[in-house]
T-cell receptor, first 109, second 112 residues
Framework: GQNIDQPTEMTATEGAIVQINCTYQ??????LFWYQQHAGEAPTFLSY??LDGLEEKGRFSSFLSRSKGYSYLLLKELQMKDSASYLC??????????WGAGTKLIIKP | DGGITQSPKYLFRKEGQNVTLSCEQN?????MYWYRQDPGQGLRLIYY???????QKGDIAEGYSVSREKKESFPLTVTSAQKNPTAFYLC???????????FGNGTRLTVT
């Protein structure tokens, strides 16, 4: 079956760096997405990786290793507003999105 | 500003009643999707539509129905046949297969 694994919850300190991991097993691969979702709100797009390597976008970076079925989202200079759930989603060979359950990130002052 | 509008934000219904959730987009996107989000689970696809007057079942279509009569609109009906309808429902759209999804703000449905 198809599966996406990410930690359920993580805690970090304001100003620090946190890495949220995502491992996947899917039927084919057409890209991996990261979304941010604040409680009770819509997910918003953060990043897309389809080739191996690191994509940097401001304070957020996303890394992909297709051979290892692994990605991470790196958040630097954490701010209180970064408290949210972070969703990992993989597009399979049929262009269907498989979603992880999300990682709830708690930022402490 | 372009976007996706879902209404209402909160909806309460009695068991046995059908209810329709609205989703409208002005992004000129061809594809639209309905997802259900439950605590501790990933988003699950209910139905999707890639073109007007055509739609396909997702992973959990039983107890739901949709229509796509206009490009801008993709309403979802939760029927009385859906065994566990209480959930957060998200509508989304995109303009091509591997482009990011744009989401509406969701409708939280509570059935008692």
């Amino acid at each position: 079956g198809q599966n996406i694994d990410q930690p359920t919850e993580m805690t970090a300190t304001e100003g620090a760096i946190v890495q949220i991991n995502c491992t996947y097993q899917t039927s084919g691969f057409n890209g991996l997405f990261w979304y941010q979702q604040h409680a009770g709100e819509a997910p918003t797009f953060l990043s897309y990786n389809v080739l191996d390597g690191l994509e940097e976008k401001g304070r957020f970076s996303s890394f992909l290793s297709r051979s290892k079925g692994y990605s991470y989202l790196l958040l630097k200079e954490l701010q209180m507003k970064d408290s949210a759930s972070y969703l990992c989603a993989v597009m399979d060979s049929n262009y269907q999105l498989i979603w992880g359950a999300g990682t709830k990130l708690i930022i402490k002052p | 500003d372009g976007g996706i509008t879902q209404s209402p934000k909160y909806l309460f219904r009695k068991e046995g009643q059908n209810v329709t959730l609205s989703c409208e987009q002005n992004l000129n996107h061809d594809a639209m999707y309905w997802y259900r989000q439950d605590p501790g689970q990933g988003l699950r696809l209910i139905y999707y539509s890639q073109i007007v007057n055509d739609f396909q079942k997702g992973d959990i279509a039983e107890g739901y129905s949709v229509s796509r009569e206009k490009k801008e609109s993709f309403p979802l009906t939760v029927t009385s046949a859906q065994k566990n309808p209480t959930a957060f429902y998200l509508c989304a759209s995109n303009d091509r297969e591997n482009s990011p999804l744009h989401f509406g703000n969701g409708t939280r449905l509570t059935v008692t």
